[in-house]
């Protein structure tokens, strides 16, 4: 039975206020490479593991309503990620089989919750995309866009955090349909990645607009359809101000807020009410019975070229809890990965 060193990322402390690389710890410890006795769970080696802006939210010591629990300090932080099977004990899967789903950030992770894995198939393609464009950003992108905003050719579609896994996606998505769309991001290199990478219409840098109100008034004069909504906060108030009627808005996610001691409150809220707007929170994991169509829609687009994605990749474990924190500082480019291991 072989026993080997497991480099593991720990949770040090509940964190209050922005997350620092100093709230995580690097760790070894050693395991045996073998399941325990009657388990039903698999062993696996993790080759990527995925940044997500969700798992900021998860390392408070009271997250208040979430559908998560809270990080344990002393544990290994936990997120989605794609691994190989070493053993399994479910006979689902069986030894050398490629999988992406909920795992540990460490090397090797023993996963119980079978339940929570996505066999891969499509190997054609590198596998890193199954953290980002072929996982669970890639279904958030298609179930808040197609399932939610119900998108119609033509109509005017905003995008906030556009660079990132999902509104890098959301956008491509948006254009195949025949949609006229915007994106923010932070920074000019950004700017340029949604204009001539991934074919939006119009993008801009928020950190150089003092007045997203008039900012949006200038790029959507009359008004905006869909709201794909990354950000919360200013953003947002400004989108209700601009927000046409019987408009949609899919609530994704709100970055601007995880890492803020008091959320900022929303101003312009009645808009949804005086133009009947539409304005849905949702949980990807919801969708995932819709995993299969979803693949039969964004594989052929791939192929032929239609979408294009863009990846941040950090090499080796220890390089993690600095890959998670610049997700809050916006210094990824595109979709941030760690690469564990390319066995």
Known sequence: MAEVSNKQVLLKNHVL????????????????????????GVLVKNLYLSCDPYMRPRMNSQ???????????????????????????????????????????????????????????????????????????????????FEICSPKKGEYVFISAASGAVGQLVGQFAKILGCYVVGSAGSKEKVDLLKNKFGFDEAFNYKEEPDFDATLKRYFPEGIDIYFENVGGKMLDAVLQNIRPHARIAVCGMISQYNREQPEGVSNLMNLVWKSVRMVGFLVFEYYHLYSKFLEFVLPCIKEGKIVYVEDVAEGLENAPAALVGLFTGRNIGKQVVLVSSD
């Open 17 to 40: 206020g922005f997350v620092k690389e100093s709230d995580m710890v690097i760790t070894s410890s050693t395991m045996k490479l073998k399941l325990p006795d009657g388990s039903k």
């Open 63 to 145: 997250n208040v309503g979430s559908y998560v629990e809270p990080f344990k300090p002393g544990l290994p932080i936990t997120g989605y990620g794609v691994c190989k099977i070493l053993e399994s004990g479910d006979p689902n899967f069986k030894e050398g089989d490629l999988v992406w789903g909920i795992t540990g950030w460490e090397e090797h992770s023993i996963i119980s919750a079978t339940h929570t894995l996505f066999k891969i198939h499509n190997a054609d393609v590198p596998l890193s995309y199954y953290t980002g464009l072929l996982g669970m950003p890639g279904m958030t992108a298609y179930a808040g866009f």
